[in-house]
């Protein structure tokens, strides 16, 4: 197991302050007790939970149903509405508290209260059920980070309607591709959204995506930019006529859903070449996006909470939306770029706002840090006493910087580890309860059960490295993946016949019970924060007409953590911009390669087989050390090493 050599000699450590500690809804002798329940009776730990947490329309009786593992169910006899959790459950005492606190790129600043939210919320549910969405219906999201997305989602929530919100980022191919595979009748998206000071032309994507769509019906526009933009006859309709319309019926009895119906689907790369619909239920979700919030940021009532991350990824769906609005907190979103429009943009949005927990990714403290340390300088960042870390392994350099400079040496920071597939974060350092680490995402959580296991799937010895696996179900996790059962059982359990979760990363526990993840061991790359299989973006290239084949391999990167590094061998004409654009056009912007090497062939085993390891290492401009005499033809290392990068 190869990991990050620094982090296997890291020895600072950070006790939690007692001021902290005294405060926190969690210490380290409450954490000590709540994990001995689980361990105790893991099942009754969840049952007294979820009915502790969640407001129910009809209390469970079951807790975990194995009968058809690994299709696990959990309070499946319940019944609940998820939208209910986030607003119903907080009126009328929270009428008047901000709900969200949204900071538009250009400055201006709009509050909703729970009041506002909860109206909001009724009303579009009411515009949804017009244009005939009912329960068990797919609706998909394509908007920018306007309050309008979270209303969507919770409208969709009330409503019993699985919501697929696309990353506004995606392009039009990768939209179709999602509304194809959901089978989503209804889309709602915006005229434009605003990005580093320039539009995104959200709903030509969506016209373009629509074109391999026929069964969209209706598409919702909300006007965020006033850019003109063209409406389709009987499909398209602007968000504000259809909600200020006097005839239209709020939804103000949200529907009664089954624990285990579907929540949303969000699309995830994986080790193929086509992304997987994630789908999550409603109660188990729910009972853990709540709890964790509560828990690892410990959101307290005064607490002005900031997630950065966009709601097009899972950290928007439980820790920007449902995990906070379950609790009834204040979160700030924003909506634009971190350094627009210069790179303080972050610390103007903290002290403008009061912010006292931030919760961001490796990659934007790694950017912000490189941007030097008087941005942050100017700012009154003294609101602050707790910062989150989420998405990537996070060097100790930039942990560091994080702690001093933006933490003032004061605020915990929380390096939670999870997945779009955990739902919530399993692994974690809680602020009052534990030591911290730099660059570890600390102990599981109560009542979730990692291990570190050997390819026989034995527990390693010591703190070696091995397979992070997960020995028992928990309520968040997914519920499958969309439309492909067994993708589901092989992607998640089929690496130790059914035994354990697989998350795919590898990882090493310290005598401490600390976790430091070490990277993924599928053919995932991570570029800041976000996953992108490498055959995605291969299947991208060979798209291109003048692809003949392609390889993609990731290489370490100083802001992004990982870089995607092609090979292509042409067989027309293409330069690397053409092909970058391809990419972006097939998938996202996300998704270009950074670097791209011509050449004339691939290394190849006799039997076909691409050699990634030897590309790894020429991409890493590493000696090659493996033995290179399978190759089918060993000139063509030679040939790789002298081939000029674009
Ligand atoms: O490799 C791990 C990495 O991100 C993967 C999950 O990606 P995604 O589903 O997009 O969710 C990201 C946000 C939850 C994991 O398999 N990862 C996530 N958090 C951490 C991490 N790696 C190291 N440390 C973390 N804190």
Sequence with gaps: MTGLDALLHEERAFPPAADVAARAHVDAARLEALVAEAEADPEAFWAARAREELVWDREPTEVLDDADA?????????????????????????????????????????????????????????????????RGDRVVLYLPMVPEVVVAMLACARLGAPHSVVFAGFSAQSLADRIQDTG????????????????????????????????VADVVVLRRTGEDVPMAEGRDAWWHDLESDPGLAPVTDAESMGAEDPLFVLYTSGSTGKPKGIV?????????????????????????????????????????????????????????????????????VVEKHKVTVLYTAPTA?????????????????????????????????AWMWYHR???????????????????????????????????????????LAPAVVDEQGRPVQGDEGGYLVFTRPWPSMLRGVWGDTERYRQTYWGL??????????????????????????????????????TMEVESALVSHPAVAEAAVVGAPHEVKGEAIHAFVVLRGE????????????????????????????????????????????????????????????PAVVEALRAAPVA
């Design 70 to 134: 690994p299709f696990y169910r959990w309070f499946s006899d319940g019944a609940l509405n998820a939208s209910v959790q986030c607003l119903d459950r907080h009126l009328p005492e929270r009428a008047d508290q901000v709900a969200i606190a949204w900071e538009a790129e250009d400055g201006a600043v709009r509050r909703l209260t729970y009041g506002d939210l909860h109206e909001q919320v009724c009303r579009f549910a009411g515009v949804l059920r017009g244009r005939g969405v009912a």
């Design 184 to 215: 989503a009748r209804l889309v709602v998206t915006a005229d434009g959204g605003y990005r580093n000071g320039k539009v995104v032309p959200l709903k030509q994507s969506v016209d373009e995506a629509l074109a391999s769509c026929p069964d």
């Design 280 to 348: 999550h239920g409603t109660a188990g979700y729910m009972l853990w996006a709540r709890l964790s919030t509560r828990w690892v940021f410990d959101l307290q009532d005064d607490d002005v909470y900031w997630c950065t991350a966009d709601v097009g990824w899972v950290t928007g769906h439980t820790y920007l939306t449902y995990g906070p609005l379950a609790n009834g907190a204040t979160v700030v979103m924003y909506e634009g770029g971190p350094t627009y429009p210069q790179p303080d943009r972050f610390w103007d």
């Design 365 to 397: 403290i790694r950017a912000l840090m490189r941007a030097g340390d008087d941005w942050p300088a100017r700012h009154d960042l003294s609101s602050l006493r707790i910062l989150g870390t989420v998405g990537e392994p996070i060097n100790p350099e």
């Design 405 to 447: 400079v933006i933490g003032g040496g004061r605020c915990p920071i929380v390096d939670t580890w999870w997945q779009t597939e955990t739902g919530g974060i399993l692994l974690s350092p809680l602020p009052g309860a534990t030591t911290l680490r730099p660059g570890s995402c600390g102990p599981a959580l109560p009542g």
């Design 496 to 533: 130790f016949d059914g035994r354990f979760y697989v998350a795919g990363d590898t990882a090493r526990r310290d005598a401490a019970g600390d976790h430091w993840i070490l990277g993924r061991f599928d053919d995932v790359l991570n570029v800041s924060g976000h996953r992108i299989g």
């Design 574 to 633: 293409a330069t690397e911009a053409d092909l970058r654009a391809h990419v972006a056009k097939e998938i996202g912007k996300t998704a270009r390669p950074e670097a791209i090497v011509f050449a004339e062939a691939l290394p190849k085993t006799r039997s076909g087989k691409i050699m990634r390891r030897i590309l790894r290492a020429v991409a890493r401009g590493e000696e090659i050390t493996q033995d290179t005499s399978t190759l089918e033809d």
